[in-house]
């Protein structure tokens, strides 16, 4: 086991090197660069940026240098002195512009993530005990739409309802006055009704993978031999049910925690720029528009080695319930 | 008899004498005994907090005119700010030099109370304001503009290829010199007649941004060690990125992020804002201009600003009346219809506005092909000529803009003293025949499928390249356009190129032309810019024009100098000129010289003028003039005094 | 010796299975249909996702007009009622609308005008195309009769476009371009997790750390960057491919990691021994021996995959680099009423979306049906 743990982390290494540079040069491959965009933005607001000008502000960010030169410089800064550099676009050091949105992101990855627990298990438990039932075609039908519906238009529409109809505040989690606030009865009242929007279409998007993975599951265990055992040995149907079959069914949702950690970090880029959430996700979609070559490097290679540590927590996690496994 | 009009004569002499100073001397020698200010800051100086306000007020206040009445002190005013740069928006506070009254029509004096100009316009003194003081309470002096010259402008650290083209002339930057505390002069080895104009826009501002007894302690030069401290603690290596994100010039984000860093501003900042979601910006006590009453501006309290990083929710917001005064890419004529059906619960209403742009879509040919045969075709002007009558623009402006603004060419908005007719009405008329007949004169021969063919036997194609995320509706123009275009045997192709990539493909061989906004071509703006009206994707001509008269241009795409028609140098030999003019008439006859060439040559096809502008305003905010004007050399709508506007507290 | 188990639902006689073949007798394919004809959903889903693609397929017979005809006094109409009767008889028509523009409110105000009708037919005529991009015609199965009226089912957008023709052309793209992609994802994903499987070692851990890999880089930096790096003069036809090439480029790898798993259980079969034995090539063995074992789970991953495609076509349009005007896909004309000007005064824009989120979950039930299905032996 240690030695299967040891060699896994020593793949890790060439991994991660691998996925930086890919990423770097993904990074750079729309034409054009950081200087390109900013001129751009400031031509659209009526400013004329003169040649001599642009060359000027590539000086300052070191893009002159060629490619190789900015990737040795980022990477050496970051493993040497543990530091990412400099964001281009808000001349702000790397770590300080993603810390300050971290706080956020893991709340609503956290409390999207139970939402979609709390909404998919009774879903597919029920969905696979009463098989081809109408009551299994509605609930089904329910726990897809938010599948279905792209949620970029859905967060849209019910920003502008809640605008119509409720008369509330939108953008962010919480109205004007409650932004500075101390906590208070009104202000949790007032984060509820500001995050029921981005927690229902991003937990209505993830129930259906789930429900399915769990009803198709629980429907394998349900034939099983040990389970008509049981039955005619008398145990009622809900004890039956959540013994046995539904914990083996749980173990795919273990294998999946890697993207669980991916998605904490990153979130749901789409909906949070939509919904005017200051989350980590807008973030690095704006830096890989703009080119913000530090700023989105040092994102992507967080956010691969989340994933490539979430695969071997989840890998080993399962090892360990499952010993069939660990026996291969 | 003779007593009798001695008497009269002596009269009218006293009074005269009386009326003289306040009639000849103009606004700003309004007689206060005693000034009045907000009840708020009067608490303080009982308390012993704050000096009274004499004598933070200099010897001199501006004296600014409110648009309707004297105001009431106290309110708030809301404000969306997007997550980039705080300054952006043009109504953020405006305390250049000098700066442009509303009308936009004349200079007229700020934190500079008189100037003198040499006869020659090469050397500009100007004289500050006696008393004058920063937001901390310490003196404005000449050696904040000083420090400004030389530890920041001239600082190759933070601006690697000079100072800023307003301080630069014949390729020599100016020199600057104090003169004495209050007086500060800008030498120019060649006449800079156009200097004043450019102190008034944005970029101006940088000249009294800097405040010496604080910011000191960030230059390089003057502080070394403590920058190498402050630097690490930051985790910066490079001295240029680190002080634009720790202090800042005009343009970056972190120029109002310091409370501590002293501001002439009429509101400062009490924290720093980055990362916030919501936060204000106070009155500011040394604030120095007054109404004509005597009261100290600024009426309005504090200005709340709000994060709004998506547009659309920025509309919601703005519906929602959290804008006092809504931002520029959101009270667009597209979102009119929304704004209208939101008036009673948002609680504002519309404020027109006149836009200092001239056109709504622009379409620049690439003169300077690569492909030779594709560069004279392009060059021909009866090409041009027979593309703009082959187009219907009243039907794609009722299409696209349901019905607002007119047919327009090129050129000066009709508002404008500068106004060319025959530019700007000239091959107008949707006329089929006539289209054909010019394009006959270019390319006679036709293929089999009716599309005109190069003198070389191939098929013609025509690429246009529009950046969608600017102006959405170019595409749809375009599409019309390539209809109309195709009737007449051209074969049009559009490229619609994101905003992430549309500069890149300008350079590819495979555009002929791209389209842009007329700007800037209100009031005597077009003198400002040195291409609004020569051709703008003629990147060759302009590299000569770089290499032979100093002229600069961005987006040359490294192409190498064409040596330009008769015409084009003599427009370049013009502008030259202009700069170099000292009066006004001058500078005008020079620019109607060169505009008359442009109109002879026809560079660009214009679609219409724009029009059904407005702001949308909040029904408690007052003292806000109508129409209100936008602008980027007039940087609208900021000369309108936003320290005059006051909310209305029974309307709130 | 005790009774062998049957499984709980086997019928105990011959007789009492299926009249024609039998159960016991019956191939696997007919198996798998009568357990996918139990799932109500699914039927219903295969249903509506062969009517969408038989529009899809037809898009310029089942339009009323073509996507870009404009009418410039018709921006933003709202949908007008269908009326079918017209003094007892089946005459169906729509009003015309008063059209003014008002200036303070920025946009044209329609009043419906009782007094005018526009006569709407079945298989009219209308603008001419090509079936299939063949046979030229010009009938339509609804429109107005003259083809000049304005007959906006589902009203106009901002050109005076009709919503309801541009969401069936619409069609025709969204639901073709999951195709190419999947194809492509089902080739590699098949081709290298087969590989991975049945070679096992080092092979198989190559192959695993290279998707590893591919899995860790986050895919909308790589859309955006392929996306950009799409030359300037391409049409957009060509684009719109080479965008399913981008999308399948990370796609394969869920499906691999699927395919190798069950190769793993696979191998250790006896038929596949004996193939080997009989010296059958590696390939051989794969694509002729196992593949058709597990292909109809296959068929349901791929079924499944198909909207996560077309949801991704929506997603990267509304990032801007996926297809953008003038192309008419879904995603276009969602990004199109991605707008508060859309949703607040003409909310008809977004019936396209109601065309996703259908075409959406019936290719979903259709996907679990078939999944379900797919093992009929359990």
């Known amino acids: 086991m240690a030695q299967y743990i040891i060699k896994r982390l020593l793949y890790m290494i060439p991994t991660v090197i691998g996925i930086s540079i890919v990423s770097f040069f993904v990074i750079s ?92 298990i009774p879903i597919g438990i029920y969905s696979a005990v009463r098989q081809y039932s109408l009551g299994d075609y509605v609930v089904t039908f329910l726990g897809f739409i938010g599948l279905a519906t792209p949620s970029f238009l859905i967060a849209l529409v019910l920003l502008y309802i809640s605008f119509k109809y409720f008369g509330q505040s939108v953008g962010g989690l919480f109205s004007p006055q409650y932004i500075d606030a101390p906590w208070s009865i009104e202000k949790f009242l007032d984060l509820l009704s500001h995050l029921w929007i981005p927690m229902i279409i991003l937990g209505t998007s993830g129930t259906a993978s789930l429900i399915r993975t769990l009803r198709a599951n629980l429907l394998d265990e349900l034939r099983r031999p040990y389970v ?66 530090y700023l989105a490097g040092s994102f992507i290679l967080l956010l691969s080695l989340l994933t490539v540590i979430g695969t071997l927590f989840s890998d080993l996690l399962l090892a360990w319930v499952d010993p069939r496994i660990r026996f291969r | ?199 008034s826009a944005p970029y101006g501002v940088r000249v009294t941004q800097f405040a010496e007894h604080y910011l000191s302690q960030f230059s390089k030069k003057l502080n070394p060690d403590g920058v190498a401290e402050m630097m690490a603690a930051d985790g910066a290596t490079e001295y240029g990125p ?36 919501r936060f204000s910006f106070v ?80 379409m620049h040919m690439k003169f300077n092909h690569p492909d030779a045969v594709q560069a004279e075709i392009l060059q021909n002007k009866d090409f041009r000529i027979g593309l703009s009558h082959a187009l219907d623009r009243q039907t794609i402006i009722d299409t696209v803009y349901i019905g607002q603004g007119i047919p327009f060419q090129d050129g000066p908005r009709p508002e404008s003293p500068l106004y060319n007719e025959q530019l700007s009405t000239q091959y107008l008329e949707y006329n089929v025949d006539l289209a054909n007949q010019h394009l006959d004169m270019v390319l006679p021969e036709k293929d089999a499928e009716g599309f005109r063919l190069r003198p070389d036997g191939e098929r013609f194609t025509f690429t246009v390249l529009a950046n969608q995320d600017f102006r959405p509706e170019w595409i749809d123009i375009l599409q019309f356009y390539e209809r109309y275009w195709e009737e007449v045997g051209v074969d049009t192709t559009i490229f619609p190129a994101s905003n992430d990539i549309w500069r890149t493909r300008k350079d590819e061989p495979d555009i002929d032309a791209f389209v842009w906004v007329g700007e800037n071509a209100l009031g005597y703006q077009p003198f400002l810019d040195n291409n609004t009206f020569t051709p703008e994707f003629g990147d060759g001509w302009q590299v000569w024009a770089n290499e032979n008269y100093g002229l600069g241009y961005g987006d040359l795409g490294g192409a190498s100098a064409v040596e330009p028609p008769a015409p084009l140098k003599r427009q370049y030999e013009l502008y030259t000129l202009l700069t170099q003019a000292v009066t006004l008439d001058e500078q005008v006859a020079i620019f109607k010289e060169l505009l008359q060439i442009s109109a002879d040559e026809f560079y660009s096809i214009g679609l219409s003028l724009p029009a059904g502008e407005y702001f949308v305003v909040r029904n408690d905010v007052r003292n806000v003039p109508e129409p209100l004007i936008r602008g980027w050399y007039y940087p609208g709508p900021g000369p309108v005094n936003f320290e005059t506007f006051f909310i209305d507290q029974s309307a709130s | 010796m005790a009774e062998a188990q049957l499984p709980a639902n086997m019928p105990a006689t011959v007789e009492q299975a299926s009249p024609d073949r039998g159960y016991v007798a019956a191939s696997q394919w007919k198996l798998i249909w009568w357990k996918f004809r139990k799932h109500r959903l699914a039927m219903l889903g295969g249903i509506v996702t062969v009517m969408i693609y038989t529009v899809a397929l037809f898009a310029d017979f089942f339009a009323p007009y073509m996507p870009d005809q404009y009418a410039s006094n018709f921006t933003y109409a709202p949908p007008q009622t269908l009326h079918l009767f017209k003094d007892g008889a089946f005459r169906p028509y729509v009003n015309g609308y008063k059209v003014e523009i008002d200036y303070n409110a920025g946009r044209r105000n329609f009043v419906v005008d009782p007094e005018v009708e526009y006569p709407v037919g079945l298989f009219v005529q209308g603008k001419p195309y090509k079936i299939l991009g063949l046979v030229e015609t010009n009938i339509r199965l609804i429109g107005p009769v003259n083809p000049d009226d304005p007959m906006y089912l589902l009203g106009a957008d901002r050109l005076g476009q009709d919503v309801f023709s541009r969401t069936i052309y619409g069609a025709r793209v969204s639901m073709t371009i999951g195709l190419v992609g999947v194809g492509l994802s089902l080739f590699f994903g098949i081709l290298l997790g087969g590989i991975s499987g049945y070679f096992g070692g080092w092979v198989d851990n190559v192959i695993q750390r290279l998707i590893e890999f591919l899995q860790s880089i986050p ?67 794969i694509f002729r021996h196992m593949v058709p074992s597990f292909l109809s789970h296959i068929i349901a991953v791929v079924t499944l995959a198909i909207p996560g495609m077309i949801i991704a076509e929506t997603s990267l349009s509304f990032l801007g680099v996926g297809l953008r005007t003038p192309v008419v896909s879904w995603g276009v004309l ?27 979950l019936a290719l979903n039930f259709l996907g679990d049906g078939l999944r379900d299905a797919a093992d009929p032996y359990s």
């Open chain 1, 29 to 120: 491959l729309p034409p054009g660069d950081f200087v390109d965009r900013m001129v751009s933005e400031r031509q659209q607001a009526g400013e004329t940026i003169t040649a001599e000008e642009e060359e000027g502000f590539r000086a300052i960010y070191g893009l002159d240098q060629p490619l190789p030169v900015q990737y040795f410089k980022w990477v050496s800064d970051v493993v040497l002195r543990g530091e990412f550099g400099y964001s281009f676009r808000w001349n702000r050091p790397v770590e300080e512009l993603i810390w300050q949105r971290l706080a956020l992101t893991f709340f609503l990855s956290l409390t999207t993530l139970a939402f979609i627990w709390i909404v998919a």
């Open chain 1, 228 to 293: 008509t055992t049981a039955r005619t040995k008398g145990l009622p149907e809900y004890w039956l049910l959540i013994k046995y079959p539904l914990r083996h069914a749980l173990n795919p949702f273990v294998s999946s925690l890697n993207h669980v950690f991916v998605g904490l970090v990153s979130g749901e880029a789409i909906v949070a720029i939509v919904l005017n959430l200051q989350t980590t996700g807008p973030l690095l979609l704006d830096a890989l528009r703009t080119q913000d070559m």
């Open chain 2, 1 to 199: 008899m003779v007593v009798r009009r001695f008497f009269v004569v002596a009269v009218a002499l006293l009074l005269l004498m009386t009326l003289a100073p306040a009639t000849l001397l103009g606004q700003d020698t309004v007689v206060c005994e005693a000034y009045n200010e907000a009840p708020e800051l009067a608490e303080q100086v009982a308390a012993g907090t704050l000096p009274p306000i004499e004598e933070r007020l200099p010897v001199n206040p501006r004296v600014v005119e409110p648009a309707e009445e004297i105001g009431q002190y106290g309110g708030a005013f809301y404000d969306l700010y997007d997550g980039g740069r705080l300054a952006e928006f043009r109504q953020f506070g405006y305390e250049n030099l000098v700066r442009w009254n509303p009308a936009g029509d004349e200079v007229v004096p700020n934190i500079a109370e008189s100037w003198e100009i040499s006869d020659d316009a090469t050397t500009y003194t100007f004289h500050l304001r006696e008393g004058l003081k920063w937001s901390d309470g310490e003196l404005f002096t000449a050696d904040d503009i000083l420090f400004w010259w030389e530890h920041v402008e001239t600082n190759e650290e933070i601006y690697p290829t000079g100072p800023y083209a307003y301080f630069v002339v014949g390729g020599e930057p100016a020199t600057v010199t104090k003169i004495d505390d209050l007086t500060v002069e800008f030498k120019f080895s060649r006449p800079h007649g156009l200097f004043l104009q450019l102190l």
């Open chain 2, 242 to 277: 680190w002080w634009i994100g720790r202090v800042g010039s005009y343009g970056h984000d972190a120029e109002y992020n310091d409370p501590a860093r002293p501001s002439l501003q009429p509101w400062i900042p009490t924290e720093p804002f980055r990362g916030k979601e």
């Open chain 2, 283 to 362: 009155r500011n006590p040394y604030y120095f201009k007054i109404d004509s009453a005597c009261n100290q501006l600024p009426y309005i309290n504090e200005r709340v600003f709000s994060l709004a990083t998506d547009p659309e929710v920025a509309l919601l917001k703005t519906l929602d009346g959290e804008d006092s005064l809504s931002n520029d890419g959101i009270s667009t004529p597209t979102n009119r219809a929304v704004f209208f059906d939101n008036l009673e619960t948002g609680n504002y209403r519309f404020v027109d506005a006149i836009s200092s742009n001239f056109q709504t879509m622009r």
């Open chain 3, 219 to 285: 895919s909308i930096p790589l859309w955006i960057g392929l996306a950009a790096a799409i030359p300037v003069n391409i049409p957009p036809l060509q684009v719109y491919f080479l965008i399913t090439i981008i999308l399948s480029v990370l796609g394969w790898t869920g499906l691999a990691r699927v395919v190798r798993g069950k190769f793993y259980a696979l191998k250790a079969e006896d038929f596949v021994k004996a193939a080997r034995l009989d010296g059958c090539s590696p390939l051989r063995v």
């Open chain 3, 334 to 360: 969602l990004q199109e009423a991605q707008n508060i000007r859309a949703i607040s005064t003409a909310p008809w824009l977004l019936w396209p979306g109601a065309g996703v989120v259908v075409a959406v």
